[in-house]
């Protein structure tokens, strides 16, 4: 068997939300590996990402009061929407022509009892 590796480009779309910019980023990044995986039915090899195209970067601020009067600080919340193009590296599984083997029951219970007879019977 040669090559059995193949090579495909595809555009994602990710939406990460965070506390943070860089959390944010990270969150819409980290989904990249399931979104392929549910596409795909092939084996993964690697996934790598080409470029990155942000579609939409929003930044929600707040004021976060304690028992509604006390204590005022202004919060943030990040959500970020990116068009992700990856190239990925797998196995196609309709390539690949398996050998058929037939093979006792591994699970299966082996009689003791017999097993001599049958084997003095094709002996003779």
Same mark, same amino acid.
């Given at each position: 068997?040669? @090559?059995?590796?193949?090579?495909?480009?595809?555009?994602?779309?990710?939406?990460?939300?965070?506390?943070?910019?860089?959390?944010? !980023?990270?969150?819409?990044?980290?989904?990249?590996? @399931?979104?392929?995986?549910?596409?795909?039915?092939?084996?993964?090899?690697?996934?790598?990402?080409?470029?990155?195209?942000?579609?939409?970067?929003?930044?929600?601020?707040?004021?976060?009061?304690?028992?509604?009067?006390?204590? +005022?600080?202004?919060?943030?919340?990040?959500?970020?929407?990116? @068009?992700?193009?990856?190239?990925?590296?797998?196995?196609?599984?309709?390539?690949? $022509? !398996?050998?058929?083997?037939?093979?006792?029951? +591994? @699970?299966?219970? $082996?009689? +003791?009892?017999?097993?001599?007879?049958?084997?003095?019977?094709?002996?003779?």
């Amino acid at each position: 068997m040669g @090559n059995v590796t193949a090579k495909k480009r595809q555009v994602i779309q990710v939406e990460g939300t965070g506390k943070e910019q860089n959390l944010a !980023f990270a969150n819409a990044l980290n989904q990249i590996h @399931n979104r392929v995986l549910k596409e795909k039915d092939d084996v993964i090899v690697r996934i790598e990402p080409v470029a990155i195209q942000i579609i939409k970067a929003e930044q929600e601020t707040y004021t976060e009061r304690f028992f509604f009067f006390f204590l +005022p600080r202004k919060r943030a919340d990040y959500r970020v929407l990116l @068009n992700v193009e990856v190239e990925i590296t797998l196995i196609e599984m309709e390539t690949i $022509s !398996f050998v058929e083997k037939k093979v006792a029951d +591994p @699970n299966g219970l $082996s009689i +003791p009892f017999g097993q001599k007879k049958r084997i003095q019977k094709e002996a003779n």
